[in-house]
């Protein structure tokens, strides 16, 4: 009986995140990232291209700020000069999320990453995520939640399990929409930079 609850409450939550990305989706597509212009090295040192900020692949990343669970102030940028993963997972019940969350810590055994995981309900337990963190992913991973959506709505996500990365120098090189990564495509695109 319990788990039939648990399954429906489950259920009721990924359908009303559905709804509000579905509702906002005009609303994202009208409003825009801020256009800052950045120089950055293309394949011969002695040119420069201006690269866009955007939430494309090929794109700079916006810059963002959070507060982790423990309670630590971070910025995107903080990272600079070392690839970053981030996820937008809608609880830590999502089955996909959790088979996403096997794969990034299976790149990141192998490659130099830091992993954010973004809760986008506000109402998952902070023990949960502590243990989604420690089962899933690492030690080091950081895990935030998405208060007031604020970060779903910068990067225009319309599906959980989005996934996306970033190269040292903050262009996204990996972006997915709601289907699982698989560590081939990312350690592909690591691979680029």
Do not use: H
Not at 96 to 119: F, G, Y
Not at 154 to 180: C, E, F, L, N, W
């Amino acid at each position: 009986m319990k788990k039939t609850i648990l399954i429906t409450g489950i259920l009721i939550g990924i359908f009303i995140f559905a709804g509000l990305l579905i509702k906002n989706r005009d609303k994202q597509s009208q409003s825009t990232v801020s256009s800052n212009s950045v120089a950055t090295e293309t394949a011969t040192p002695d040119q420069k291209v201006d690269l866009e900020t955007g939430v494309q692949k090929g794109q700079l990343a916006p810059d963002f700020k959070f507060t982790t669970i423990d309670g630590e102030n971070k910025k995107l940028s903080d990272f600079k000069g070392k690839p970053v993963v981030f996820g937008f997972i809608l609880t830590t019940g999502c089955t996909p999320c959790a088979e996403e969350a096997r794969v990034l810590k299976q790149v990141q055994d192998k490659n130099a990453i830091n992993v954010i995981q973004i809760v986008v309900s506000s109402i998952e337990p902070k023990r949960n995520i502590e243990n989604f963190k420690q089962y899933l992913g690492g030690p080091d991973w950081l895990m935030t939640y998405d208060n007031g959506e604020e970060l779903t709505k910068m990067y225009k996500v319309r599906a959980v399990d989005t996934t996306i990365m970033i190269d040292k120098d903050g262009k996204i090189i990996y972006r997915d929409d709601g289907y699982p990564a698989r560590a081939d495509e990312l350690e592909a695109a690591l691979r680029t930079t």
